[in-house]
């Protein structure tokens, strides 16, 4: 397959693009670097030593003698590139993790909140248009988010896979539909993601393009088997308060000594899948597209649920950590549960790699082994949710 | 009340500001003239001939003596000087116009596809952004479309005001929810106005703003009261296939002794409105707002609902017109029934001028009027949904 991963230098389309090189397909990665410049702006770094796009391309081609090639673009800002790069490249397929996917950075400012709607509306709208101009029936495979759901809306339930059956009353009795899931968006960057999906439904509709979303939980594991090849192809490990996951930060609370900070009671249940498994799940996404006509088929693509406490506590019986509660910046339920459907990827052969099982490799091998490499000052969570949070917090 | 006017030099922005300025508000109206430049590009122009912003605010002053300011600014492009107006002007509240409107001109190319989108989000969430940025509590009064909920969804129940209790089946048993109607938009355009809708959820949600969001029908006719004084008032009529309503289509056919041309069997239901009811509509919503911390406040703006073909006849009868089938350009139900419940702006005191009763004036007074304005090669539509009608009309 011939496959443009869209975002191909960042921290799920990096392995991604590996994965797929190494399994035979033809990759091309399109990005405009705008992760490591928002790194920049941040005034942080990757933990991991990452190299430059052409130094990983390059010590790729070196060790399995398979090339990917590398197309500077912004697909946000440069349609007309984007259409002529389609036209020319003709692909089977298009990967899309070309967003701005940091929950509390598109919560930090009013240029961030901007930038994340601007930049996520326009890439997936520029993507959708230039298909539908040149002509391509390639599938997209797109990376949403858990959080479209939000938490706790459907009861008991668990959260389904896109679609959710509904009955409703009407003069001539009940009536069923199924619905995609009624959006309840916890930050700027997941509506986003919701406003990705109503984009999804009219193209597929309007002009039946073949479109995969996947509704992702949070990723922790930092390599694959690709990227474990050589130190040029390590993956990237966020630890600041923005990008840095929940588990980040645990991590290099531990890996320092400082206590692991708990938003809140910590009774927050998320759902979790491992970096390898993230670039299964879009291999298996790739080969198993919908028909041209069809509504996008939506994956819920996460393995294993843990409440925020709950994996404190993991990581403390592990490291011998103490585990302090801190005050929330972020407007959500202190307590929720979760329970999520995601019987298609384990229909489809997907073995998952659980948290009790990885998390110890995770703790030696990248936060231990690049301890060095922290700016303490960067862990704590600085972006405010609103101003009541940011009141209260002051 | 102080009130800012996005879009306030357009169609239905122009009548809304007199209205309120009429009924004794501090009116500013913002506009980048969008829609006048858009006009320069198709080569078209209003049949009526409006007078530029400053003719018009100056035979308003002239006339009534009161004023009404303008600011030149693109909402969706000028953040900056948004946030900086609302901190000096302090306004109550904002209605928000400034989006491109037409579903054809939003299918037109793949340019007006992307201007669309992204105008009328970048729009929608700077004015958004803004308000919380500086601190401000004015009420939003937002024109969305009924386009949004689509067209045949929930069977035999009317469509709702914006809302939809729904049962969903949970191990614990069977649970009713609320929800935003599931979006079903039939064009880009429709499309934006459903983005708008979860973006004014989340900023209810998460910043306590005030929103009232008012799925308007199409609405006719081209006169109030107040646009009626003086012909430097004369409001705008689109007749061109792109930015006229099927209505005006007819009127301008009837005019210039046309037949009517109805799009495949004229079966699709539609609601409407007459501009006189939008003004009041608008003010009503504005005197009636949702308190901090309420989900977005939700109102059908539509009076009656016609078939395609219908309206047609009914324009035949008052003409003595033709009527011919053409091939729908539109990828939409060729038949379709339409029960709308409109019973809050009923509830508040709006008392509707009907179809029956207004379009004799419309053709007397407007079409007829300035007939010799009217380029015929304008009124045909000529934008096409998708590629596979393109291919059926070749």
Same mark, same amino acid.
């Given at each position: 397959?011939?496959?443009?991963?869209?975002?191909?230098?960042?921290?799920?389309?990096?392995?991604?693009?590996?994965?797929?090189?190494?399994?035979?397909?033809?990759?091309?990665?399109?990005?405009?670097?705008?992760?490591?410049?928002?790194?920049?702006?941040?005034?942080?770094?990757?933990?991991?030593?990452?190299?430059?796009?052409?130094?990983?391309?390059?010590?790729?081609?070196?060790?399995?003698?398979?090339?990917?090639?590398?197309?500077?673009?912004?697909?946000?800002?440069?349609?007309?590139?984007?259409?002529?790069?389609?036209?020319?490249?003709?692909?089977?397929?298009?990967?899309?993790?070309?967003?701005?996917?940091?929950?509390?950075?598109?919560?930090?400012?009013?240029?961030?909140?901007?930038?994340?709607?601007?930049?996520?509306?326009?890439?997936?709208?520029?993507?959708?248009?230039?298909?539908?101009?040149?002509?391509?029936?390639?599938?997209?495979?797109?990376?949403?988010?858990?959080?479209?759901?939000?938490?706790?809306?459907?009861?008991?339930?668990?959260?389904?896979?896109?679609?959710?059956?509904?009955?409703?009353?009407?003069?001539?009795?009940?009536?069923?539909?199924?619905?995609?899931?009624?959006?309840?968006?916890?930050?700027?960057?997941?509506?986003?993601?919701?406003?990705?999906?109503?984009?999804?439904?009219?193209?597929?509709?309007?002009?039946?393009?073949?479109?995969?979303?996947?509704?992702?939980?949070?990723?922790?594991?930092?390599?694959?088997?690709?990227?474990? %090849?050589? *130190? /040029?192809? &390590? @993956?990237?490990?966020?630890?600041?308060?923005?990008? +840095?996951?929940?588990?980040?930060? !645990? %991590?290099? *609370? /531990?890996? &320092? @000594?400082?206590?692991?900070?708990?938003?809140?009671? +910590?009774?927050?249940?998320?759902? !979790?899948?491992?970096?390898?498994?993230?670039?299964?799940?879009?291999?298996?996404?790739?080969?198993?597209?919908?028909?041209?006509?069809?509504?996008?088929?939506?994956?819920?693509?996460?393995?294993?649920?843990?409440?925020?406490?709950?994996?404190?506590?993991?990581?403390?019986?592990?490291?011998?950590?103490?585990?302090?509660?801190?005050?929330?910046?972020?407007?959500?339920?202190?307590?929720?549960?979760?329970?999520?459907?995601?019987?298609?990827?384990?229909?489809?052969?997907?073995?998952?790699?659980?948290?009790?099982?990885?998390?110890?490799?995770?703790?030696?091998?990248?936060?231990?082994?690049?301890?060095?490499?922290?700016?303490?000052?960067?862990?704590?969570?600085?972006?405010?949710?609103?101003?009541?949070?940011?009141?209260?917090?002051?």
């Amino acid at each position: 397959m011939k496959i443009l991963v869209l975002g191909g230098d960042g921290f799920c389309g990096w392995p991604t693009s590996l994965y797929l090189s190494k399994a035979g397909h033809e990759v091309v990665i399109v990005d405009n670097l705008s992760r490591r410049q928002i790194d920049v702006l941040l005034e942080v770094h990757s933990l991991t030593p990452i190299a430059s796009i052409h130094q990983r391309l390059a010590a790729w081609e070196k060790i399995t003698n398979k090339t990917i090639s590398y197309v500077e673009l912004d697909v946000a800002q440069e349609y007309d590139k984007l259409v002529e790069l389609i036209k020319t490249a003709q692909p089977d397929a298009v990967v899309h993790f070309a967003e701005q996917r940091s929950a509390p950075y598109s919560m930090k400012t009013p240029k961030t909140k901007r930038y994340t709607i601007d930049n996520n509306v326009n890439a997936t709208h520029n993507l959708l248009c230039a298909l539908v101009e040149a002509g391509s029936d390639a599938h997209i495979v797109h990376l949403g988010s858990m959080g479209v759901y939000g938490y706790g809306w459907s009861g008991s339930a668990p959260i389904p896979e896109g679609y959710l059956p509904v009955k409703l009353d009407t003069p001539d009795g009940e009536l069923v539909r199924e619905i995609l899931h009624p959006a309840n968006p916890g930050s700027v960057y997941h509506l986003s993601k919701t406003l990705d999906q109503l984009m999804f439904a009219f193209y597929a509709k309007n002009d039946q393009l073949r479109i995969t979303d996947l509704h992702q939980g949070i990723v922790w594991g930092t390599q694959t088997d690709e990227t474990l %090849l050589d *130190e /040029a192809l &390590i @993956n990237r490990f966020d630890y600041d308060g923005d990008y +840095g996951t929940v588990l980040n930060r !645990f %991590l290099m *609370e /531990a890996a &320092i @000594n400082h206590p692991l900070t708990v938003h809140g009671s +910590g009774g927050q249940t998320r759902a !979790f899948i491992h970096i390898r498994d993230t670039v299964r799940c879009i291999e298996l996404a790739l080969t198993n597209p919908p028909k041209s006509g069809d509504k996008p088929k939506i994956f819920n693509q996460m393995t294993e649920t843990y409440t925020v406490k709950q994996l404190a506590e993991l990581i403390a019986k592990l490291t011998q950590a103490k585990i302090e509660y801190v005050p929330n910046p972020r407007k959500e339920d202190d307590k929720n549960d979760l329970v999520v459907e995601n019987q298609q990827f384990l229909a489809l052969g997907l073995q998952p790699t659980t948290l009790s099982e990885g998390l110890l490799d995770e703790i030696e091998q990248i936060a231990k082994k690049y301890a060095d490499r922290i700016d303490q000052t960067k862990i704590p969570a600085r972006s405010i949710w609103n101003k009541t949070l940011k009141a209260s917090q002051r």
